[in-house]
């Protein structure tokens, strides 16, 4: 049979209070509200984290991105990168057509779209 | 001796049955872990509307605490006069870390002005807040129950249930001998059992195995059960389990279990920093919540609790200057704040997606952590806006008033956001403790007008919004039987013919029919197929006229193809699921799916939206909603269904109104319905850019005789208008009906106006 104990119950310990935070200064900082400027911040994450190789952490910021503004585009390129980059041709090419969709009229985005196409349709044959 | 060999094998053997049983489930209740779920994470962005008091709900559901001063914790906040000071948590889920920062939020006219960081002042674009908890998988009532180590348990709470329940507990082996008796002397005066003289340990046995009668024979199972307990396990752990274990009160339709979630509930203190009245308050609780609890009657309640104190102090484990202290304090009580099961019908839905991945015992054992799309803003706006619309509908139509709470007026909300298939709130019904039907899972229900715009759909290969349609009464012929469609409203019950735009503004169910049989009902059907609908859409006349099924997840689910561009997203609930160490096991992401072509989609929002600025559901207007809607209503016949599907180019909203047993509701989608979604929407303005649908490539503009539909450019027009079309579908052809231009005329008019002062 186990030990019978009453041991720690006969000792009191006072609580160790938690070390004060000494907070900087507050900044005024001009407020400029916009939603597409929010998105753009989280395609700017969701680029870094491609460029870190994580896919699906990319996926999840640019998910974000997609509630914030769908009309950018860009977030879709980059949902078709990090897609491309889980080798999951179906779900690059879908938001390649998404891409194109919105970003297809500007020259130098409809460059890297179709250059982005190409890679998916390589990679699909 | 033979018999007494026998009666001590059977002995051994029903005590070696009894002894697997228990370790089996004692040991996996020792280390079983409820799985918790969580909301989404919440952003905020400068220029969101998002107004100072619904933020600062927020932050206290988050479980931040309000004080006066500068936040220098983390979960501190301090709101001021335009701007909330909040010292975040540490926030990690799969993908995402972020240590505990000071952030300031400015606030102007509803709206985030601005957002900074107070340590370093940098200015945020993005903030994102953590996930809140919405409830547990502790077992099919999903109880609360915050699980807490003996560690974490202050002294004085131990020794607080010890001398309410069992002040012998570290002396004896299972069961008391002394309190045995004294239970038997005063059962035995009163002739029947009054008084239990239960350990913590017979008490565990109890509650984990036996069920609650109170016979001779449990009794004595509770006692050999107890004995093996004991033999078993060490004190601290047995201990462990009860204090996470016992029931301490109910609060609406939550059991609140263990001593972690009563200091919550009774104190809104974590178990580590309750007092030692408040101990003894909650170790009072124990014996009978019903009747102890300071909910019930704080005197009662107060009684109790200085009877434990003075147990405590007869045992020499308070001092007198401590007995006497806490025998001064009031019972000080957090406040009632009842608590409902959040989000039930979510949680309900989202067991059963859950149900491919894990079992619902490994969900009530593994300790997961089930990261969801849920908003609770928008859940908490969707139930509110829902109970208040069918009270508001009741009042104004006092015949649909049940007294019978299973047979009330129901409604059923789910809003999504459809470029996402994020599933931001789902209320399946008005009042999930009368009823855990899910009427937006489960529910087959007729959709009525709110089918329209598919019929529509299917005829935009060949017809154009400009394209004319009958609207003259007709007979068809259905299995035999001759059906003659009639229109709702009296304007347009008149002319001969009507636009397709405006037949499915006005909802037009002649033209509609017409549109429908012109089109074809097998092209129809097939246009269909690629929306999944789980009911069958058999090519009847009456298709036309949403006479069929529909489960409303899947209507609200098609709706979203027309506000994302032509593609699917496909409703998401869940997005990550990690284990108790929080690694990744499970992880769904943006599943898209292209439909139909975002021109089509597009051309039928912009119809959609004439049904907001001038048809049927015009009375939204009066909400002033910021920017533009898109929506359609739905009745169907005999007014057994009201519906209204609704989405800004951010988000899409169903509602639907009705009786279970399809009693008639008596208004149209537009009467009870559509109120219902306008109140949701104006409650969440964070999700409203006010920004207007993107008009794809592949879709042009062109002026057109609102009269014949054709090309109004040198005709004489009198009401020409605007119209898009599908690029490959624009009319070539002028107008029939009005007479070409005069230059020479047109200019003298032009000099008459000049003089006339005419613009």
């Given at each position: 049979m186990p030990q019978t104990k009453a041991s720690v119950y006969d000792k009191q310990t006072p609580p160790a209070p938690l070390p004060a935070r000494k907070p900087s200064p507050p900044l005024t900082v001009k407020p400029d509200g916009a939603q597409a400027l929010a998105a753009e911040a989280l395609v700017d994450q969701g680029r870094q984290l491609l460029a870190q190789g994580a896919p699906d952490a990319a996926i999840r910021v640019l998910e974000r991105s997609v509630a914030l503004d769908s009309n950018s585009g860009q977030n879709y390129y980059y949902l078709a990168e990090a897609w491309l980059m889980k080798q999951n041709v179906h779900q690059a090419r879908e938001f390649n057509r998404l891409a194109n969709l919105h970003l297809g009229r500007d020259p130098e985005w409809k460059t890297r779209i179709d250059r982005q196409n190409d890679r998916i349709s390589s990679l699909g044959h | 001796?033979?018999?007494?060999?026998?009666?001590?094998?059977?002995?051994?053997?029903?005590?070696?049955?009894?002894?697997?049983?228990?370790?089996?489930?004692?040991?996996?209740?020792?280390?079983?872990?409820?799985?918790?779920?969580?909301?989404?994470?919440?952003?905020?962005?400068?220029?969101?509307?998002?107004?100072?008091?619904?933020?600062?709900?927020?932050?206290?559901?988050?479980?931040?605490?309000?004080?006066?001063?500068?936040?220098?914790?983390?979960?501190?906040?301090?709101?001021?006069?335009?701007?909330?000071?909040?010292?975040?948590?540490?926030?990690?889920?799969?993908?995402?870390?972020?240590?505990?920062?000071?952030?300031?939020?400015?606030?102007?006219?509803?709206?985030?002005?601005?957002?900074?960081?107070?340590?370093?002042?940098?200015?945020?674009?993005?903030?994102?807040?953590?996930?809140?908890?919405?409830?547990?998988?502790?077992?099919?009532?999903?109880?609360?129950?915050?699980?807490?180590?003996?560690?974490?348990?202050?002294?004085?709470?131990?020794?607080?249930?010890?001398?309410?329940?069992?002040?012998?507990?570290?002396?004896?082996?299972?069961?008391?001998?002394?309190?045995?008796?004294?239970?038997?002397?005063?059962?035995?005066?009163?002739?029947?059992?009054?008084?239990?003289?239960?350990?913590?340990?017979?008490?565990?046995?109890?509650?984990?195995?036996?069920?609650?009668?109170?016979?001779?024979?449990?009794?004595?199972?509770?006692?050999?059960?107890?004995?093996?307990?004991?033999?078993?396990?060490?004190?601290?752990?047995?201990?462990?389990?009860?204090?996470?274990?016992?029931?301490?009160?109910?609060?609406?339709?939550?059991?609140?279990?263990?001593?972690?979630?009563?200091?919550?509930?009774?104190?809104?203190?974590?178990?580590?920093?309750?007092?030692?009245?408040?101990?003894?308050?909650?170790?009072?609780?124990?014996?009978?919540?019903?009747?102890?609890?300071?909910?019930?009657?704080?005197?009662?309640?107060?009684?109790?609790?200085?009877?434990?104190?003075?147990?405590?102090?007869?045992?020499?484990?308070?001092?007198?200057?401590?007995?006497?202290?806490?025998?001064?304090?009031?019972?000080?009580?957090?406040?009632?704040?009842?608590?409902?099961?959040?989000?039930?019908?979510?949680?309900?839905?989202?067991?059963?997606?859950?149900?491919?991945?894990?079992?619902?015992?490994?969900?009530?054992?593994?300790?997961?952590?089930?990261?969801?799309?849920?908003?609770?803003?928008?859940?908490?706006?969707?139930?509110?806006?829902?109970?208040?619309?069918?009270?508001?509908?009741?009042?104004?139509?006092?015949?649909?008033?049940?007294?019978?709470?299973?047979?009330?007026?129901?409604?059923?909300?789910?809003?999504?956001?459809?470029?996402?298939?994020?599933?931001?709130?789902?209320?399946?019904?008005?009042?999930?403790?009368?009823?855990?039907?899910?009427?937006?899972?489960?529910?087959?229900?007729?959709?009525?007008?709110?089918?329209?715009?598919?019929?529509?759909?299917?005829?935009?290969?060949?017809?154009?919004?400009?394209?004319?349609?009958?609207?003259?009464?007709?007979?068809?012929?259905?299995?035999?039987?001759p059906w003659t469609p009639g229109n709702a409203e009296q304007e347009v019950k008149t002319n001969t013919s009507v636009s397709m735009r405006t037949a499915l503004a006005a909802s037009n169910n002649r033209a509609t029919v017409d549109l429908a049989m012109k089109t074809g009902l097998e092209q129809v059907v097939e246009t269909m197929v690629p929306f999944q609908f789980s009911t069958p859409i058999k090519p009847y006349p009456s298709l036309a006229l949403g006479a069929f099924e529909v489960v409303p997840l899947e209507l609200a689910r098609a709706y979203c193809v027309f506000a994302g561009d032509g593609v699917l997203s496909h409703p998401l609930s869940i997005k990550d699921v990690t284990d108790d160490h929080g690694r990744l096991l499970s992880q769904a992401h943006l599943n898209i799916e292209r439909l139909i072509s975002p021109a089509k989609a597009y051309i039928i929002t912009d119809m959609l939206k004439s049904v907001v600025s001038e048809g049927t559901a015009r009375a939204l207007s009066g909400w002033n909603l910021p920017g533009p809607v898109a929506g359609k209503t739905g009745t169907t016949n005999n007014f057994r269904d009201a519906w209204f599907v609704g989405y800004t180019s951010d988000i899409l909203a169903l509602v639907w109104v009705g009786f279970d047993n399809g009693d008639p509701v008596k208004a149209s989608g537009a009467k009870a319905a559509l109120p219902i979604w306008a109140e949701l929407m104006k409650a969440i303005p964070q999700y409203i850019s006010g920004a207007d649908f993107k008009m794809p490539a592949g879709v042009v503009t062109r002026t057109v005789c609102s009269e014949s539909g054709l090309l109004a450019a040198g005709r004489t027009c009198p009401v020409p208008m605007e119209e898009i079309f599908i690029e490959n579908l624009v009319p070539d052809q002028p107008c029939p009906l009005h007479p070409a231009r005069n230059p020479i005329k047109d200019l003298i008019d032009d000099i008459k106006d000049l003089f006339d002062g005419s613009p």
């Open positions: - | 001796m033979i018999l007494l060999v026998l009666v001590s094998a059977a002995a051994t053997l029903y005590g070696w049955y009894l002894s697997g049983r228990i370790e089996k489930r004692f040991s996996a209740r020792l280390w079983r872990m409820p799985s918790t779920v969580y909301s989404d994470t919440t952003l905020l962005y400068p220029g969101q509307g998002f107004d100072q008091k619904n933020l600062a709900e927020k932050l206290k559901s988050l479980g931040y605490r309000m004080i006066a001063g500068r936040p220098n914790n983390q979960g501190e906040m301090r709101m001021t006069k335009g701007s909330i000071e909040v010292y975040l948590n540490d926030f990690k889920i799969p993908s995402q870390h972020r240590p505990g920062i000071p952030v300031r939020l400015r606030f102007d006219r509803g709206r985030i002005k601005s957002i900074e960081r107070t340590d370093t002042g940098d200015r945020l674009p993005i903030l994102e807040l953590e996930p809140e908890e919405i409830g547990q998988f502790y077992g099919p009532e999903r109880e609360r129950r915050q699980l807490v180590s003996i560690r974490q348990v202050p002294t004085n709470l131990v020794r607080a249930a010890l001398a309410a329940e069992d002040s012998r507990f570290f002396g004896h082996h299972g069961f008391d001998p002394v309190g045995i008796l004294r239970a038997f002397y005063v059962n035995l005066r009163a002739g029947r059992i009054r008084q239990g003289g239960s350990t913590i340990t017979q008490q565990l046995a109890k509650n984990f195995f036996l069920t609650p009668d109170r016979t001779i024979a449990r009794k004595l199972n509770e006692l050999i059960m107890s004995v093996i307990i004991e033999l078993k396990y060490q004190k601290e752990e047995i201990l462990e389990i009860y204090l996470n274990d016992i029931y301490l009160g109910q609060s609406g339709t939550v059991a609140i279990n263990g001593v972690g979630e009563a200091c919550l509930f009774y104190f809104a203190k974590p178990v580590k920093d309750i007092s030692l009245a408040e101990a003894a308050t909650i170790a009072g609780i124990i014996r009978a919540p019903g009747r102890y609890s300071p909910y019930i009657d704080k005197e009662r309640c107060r009684q109790r609790r200085d009877a434990v104190l003075k147990a405590m102090a007869a045992k020499n484990w308070i001092s007198d200057s401590e007995l006497q202290s806490a025998l001064a304090r009031p019972i000080e009580t957090v406040g009632e704040n009842v608590m409902v099961k959040k989000a039930p019908y979510f949680m309900d839905y989202l067991s059963h997606q859950l149900e491919a991945l894990y079992s619902p015992d490994d969900l009530t054992r593994l300790g997961l952590a089930i990261y969801t799309t849920l908003d609770t803003r928008v859940q908490d706006a969707a139930e509110k806006a829902l109970y208040r619309g069918l009270t508001r509908l009741e009042k104004s139509i006092a015949t649909l008033k049940r007294a019978d709470p299973t047979q009330k007026l129901q409604g059923a909300v789910i809003v999504i956001q459809p470029k996402t298939g994020f599933i931001l709130a789902m209320v399946g019904g008005r009042d999930y403790a009368a009823s855990q039907y899910n009427r937006i899972t489960q529910s087959r229900r007729q959709p009525g007008s709110a089918f329209k715009p598919f019929i529509y759909l299917a005829a935009l290969d060949q017809l154009t919004p400009a394209s004319r349609l009958s609207n003259e009464s007709r007979t068809y012929m259905i299995d035999g039987k």
